[in-house]
């Protein structure tokens, strides 16, 4: 539950995606119809990040050592994988996959 109460930002960004994909869709046609198409899918990419669990992410890195992905970069430019290459593979799996379903919902399943 939100602190600032309902609705939320999640349940705001929602509605208007679905005002822009129904009504404005349905009454337009060429590059506004185009242009309501691709902010509604923009604002469905804010409302998944919203709503996911990005504690996933955070803890694949905290097991790794790291805070955040800025710092697991420096790390990997600086060489301190590259005997860890098992280590490190799974985890950049994992943080790609999670922004994947954000992103790209379903991309990465077979």
């Known amino acids: 539950m939100s602190i600032y109460g309902r609705p939320t930002a999640a349940e705001l960004v929602a509605a208007?995606?679905?005002f822009l994909e129904t009504d404005v869709r349905a009454s337009t046609d060429g590059?506004?119809?185009f242009h309501a198409r691709v902010?509604?899918?923009a604002l469905r990419i804010v409302e998944r990040e919203l709503t996911a669990e990005s504690t996933d992410a955070v803890a694949?890195?905290?097991?790794?050592?790291?805070a955040d992905e800025a710092?697991?970069?420096?790390?990997i430019r600086a060489?301190?994988?590259d005997d860890r290459a098992g280590e490190l593979l799974p985890a950049l799996r994992a943080i790609v996959r999670q922004r994947l379903a954000v992103a790209h919902p379903g991309y990465d399943e077979p």
């Open 16 to 18: 208007v995606a679905e």
């Open 31 to 33: 590059q506004v119809n």
């Open 39 to 41: 902010a509604a899918n």
């Open 60 to 66: 694949t890195l905290a097991r790794l050592g790291y």
């Open 71 to 75: 710092q697991l970069a420096a790390a």
């Open 79 to 81: 060489g301190e994988f």
